[in-house]
C-alpha cells in the first residue's frame, strides 16, 4: 500500500518496512504570549520515508475526534515529517498525533495536554520563569529550524526541476547545423 497515491517514489524495494518512531512535543514561541498554541508532531526512522500526519482531539467522554486539517504545517525530509499544528487556547483538551504509514498506523504513546495560556509575567523572574523563557526559546528555535529546512527542500526541489528542464531542452534541441 502506498500513501501517497500517486508519486513515482513507491517502487519496490529490498529493504524491509520500518514503522516511524512517533513523538509529540509542545512547541512554543512569541504566539505563545498570544493566547496561540501549538504541538509539533515528528515521525521519523521509517522506510518508506512516505507517511500522512493526522491529529485527533479527545471529547469529554473520552472518545477521540478528528480534527482536521485546519491550519497545520507539515515538513518533510528523507526518513522524517514533522507536523505543527494551531491550536484553540479556549479549548483546554488533549490532542492525538496518528501516523499512517505504509508498514501500518502508528500513535504517539501519550496524549498531549494543550498548554495553558500565558499569564502576565512577574515583577521579578524567578528561576522557574527563567527555565520556561529558555524552554520557550529552544522551542522557537526548533520551529524556525523546521521552517528553514523546509525553505531548503522547496529550493532543492526548484533548482532540480530547473536543471532538469535545461537539460531536456538541450537533449530535443538536436546537433547544431551552422
Avoid at 500517486?6 to 529493504?15: F, G, H, I, K, V
Avoid at 529550493?155 to 537533449?171: A, E, Q
Amino acid at each position: 500500500m502506498c500513501v501517497c497515491a500517486a508519486c513515482c517514489c513507491c517502487q519496490p524495494s529490498d529493504e524491509p518496512l520500518v514503522k516511524p518512531v512517533v513523538s509529540v512535543y509542545p512547541a512554543a514561541s512569541r504566539a505563545h504570549l498570544e493566547g496561540k498554541s501549538y504541538l509539533l508532531c515528528l515521525a521519523s526512522g521509517m522506510f518508506p520515508p512516505l507517511v500522512h500526519i493526522s491529529w485527533q482531539r479527545q471529547k469529554e467522554d473520552g472518545g477521540l475526534e478528528d480534527v482536521g486539517e485546519g491550519e497545520q504545517l507539515e515538513l518533510r525530509e528523507w526518513g522524517r515529517s514533522a507536523s505543527i499544528r494551531l491550536l484553540d487556547p479556549n479549548v483546554p483538551q488533549k490532542y492525538l498525533c496518528s501516523v499512517n504509514h505504509e508498514g501500518g498506523p502508528v500513535e504517539a504513546h501519550s496524549l498531549q495536554e494543550l498548554p495553558a495560556p500565558a499569564s502576565c509575567p512577574p515583577e521579578r523572574p524567578d528561576l522557574a520563569a527563567l527555565q520556561q523563557a529558555d524552554l520557550s526559546f529552544q522551542s522557537e528555535c526548533r520551529v524556525k529550524l523546521l521552517c528553514l529546512l523546509y525553505t531548503v527542500l522547496i529550493v532543492k526541489s526548484l533548482v532540480y526541476c530547473c536543471g532538469l528542464s535545461l537539460l531536456m531542452m538541450l537533449t530535443n534541441q538536436g546537433p547544431s547545423t551552422t
